[in-house]
């Protein structure tokens, strides 16, 4: 099992990682269950467009400046990073 598109469209950081850190918690329990989970795949890894809403919610743990292109990691971004790096979380 791959937890897929687990993501929250919101622009609050910290409602946004409190989001990750709710969907890794689902995911250490099932794991204590018995569940065999192979992979957590956060929706998304850039900002998107959602075809019915267009470019106005974002998911993107990293910014997409759709005029420059310019990409800026957001605070969630650092936060799953850091999560990825220690293959933890604090709760």
Not at 66 to 91: C, I, P
Request: glycine share 6%; hydrophobic share 40%; charged share 25%.
């Amino acid at each position: 099992l791959i937890m897929a598109e687990s993501g929250i469209c919101t622009d609050d950081p910290q409602r946004r990682i409190q989001a990750i850190k709710d969907y890794l918690k689902v995911c250490h329990r099932a794991i204590q269950e018995g569940v065999v989970l192979k992979g957590f795949i956060h929706w998304s890894t850039w900002d998107n467009f959602e075809w019915n809403l267009g470019p106005t919610y974002r998911f993107g743990l990293v910014r997409v400046d759709l005029k420059t292109m310019e990409r800026e990691m957001t605070k969630a971004g650092t936060f799953f990073a850091k999560v990825a790096e220690e293959n933890a979380v604090s709760v």
